[in-house]
């Protein structure tokens, strides 16, 4: 949600002019869009300004701005902290960026708007995207459901949903423009329509984006266990680009902890849930978050995650220790769990998992994927890379035994466009390109990060 916001204030700086630079002593704009979901996340931010600040020093006209949830729910401190920065806006302040940059540069006091609360769900930001293959496209913000132990909805304030026509006519503009991918994003997307005139839920949105022409694959995140339906399982088995890849945050595998961090599901109710998922849809990809050492997490209560863990056999998981944070249930909550038992069952986690995935993905070896691409290889300049419709990192190559020759040519907007040459037996009626393709590759290698492959001929 932190880049998709950033997407955005990119986009609203190019219209008044401005453009990226990765160079801060050119710069005569710094903003930090700021996380706040755990506690190092929020620290790095001062860090992160210290360091800015000698460019402050070197030229007083640069503007200091911090957006995000840390400017949302900690502006004072931020001022009182970092005397220097410019400008602090809110989460539900983006829209208004430019004019408050204006305030701030011309002014000698910093600039400080918060809103708490957005009347409506605001259109027509110009969002400067960073791929042109995949975008994510935001349905809804805020939530509703105030976990013990988040911050979100201090920070992004209630939910709102989208109007369903302003996400359908943003989609088909994306793929107008060559766009294959979406990715659908909502703190608790499930939940998206709840309250709206057109009383349309989100298996009914997934229905109708499926329709559109030339968007080849839907993702979404999050869920919420709670608001998981029959439904959007029907949806997701019987719409071919709805993708069978599902993030199931589960957090713990304990009916107390369940409890105590105000998930409204129990163990049982989850089971059934990821028991459906993998008895209707065929090859489903499951990933989850786990909040490691959660107050009063005893060794039963940890031994219930462990035992959660081994039978679901989750793709991946995304693991955090537990971070007490401001204004939150759980900060205050008796039986806080020390940092080195945190640390430890962390790691026993973490050990488990690495060997569930490097099993699954073991037994992807020899099997044939679609892959859609995204471009050359990180680690292997020779080698494309792409995804699996299960969202599994492939790098691959053209040609049996021999590396891929391939040819970078840069397009007029910068974006990187990778060109096999002429002759390519994969080169989709000669014109070439593959970057934005979904090509079929044997995977003929399997790692913990990512799969080796082959293209099919
Ligand atoms: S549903 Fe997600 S975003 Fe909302 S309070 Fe719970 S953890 Fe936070």
Redesign the pocket.
Known sequence: MNKYDSEKMAGMLRKYNYSLTPDLNSADVVLLNTCSIREKAEQKVFSKLGRIKKYKVKNPNLVIGVGGCVGQISSKAILKRAPYVDLVFGTLNIHRLPSLLETASKGNAAVSEIFSEAEQYLEDYPISRKSGIQAWVSIMHG?????S?????YT?GREISRKCNDILNEIKVLSQHGYKEVTLLG??VNSYGKGTEEGITFPGLLEKINEIPGIERIRFV?S?PKDFSKELIRVIKNFDKVCEQIHL?A?SGSNKILSLM??KYSLKDYMEKINTLKSSISGVALSTDIIVGFPGETKQDFQATIDLITKIEFDSIFLFNFSPRPETVAAKLPGQVNEKIKQKRFNTLLDLQKGITLKLNKRLEGKNVDILVEGKSKTNLDKLTGRTRTNKIVNFTVRAGTAAKLKLNTSADGDEIFQKEIGSEVSNAGKGYLTGKIVPVKIVRSGLYSLDGQVIN
């Open positions: 939530c509703n459901n105030y976990c132990y988040c911050v979100v909805p992004r703190q608790n999050t919420h945050p957090q105000n998930r």
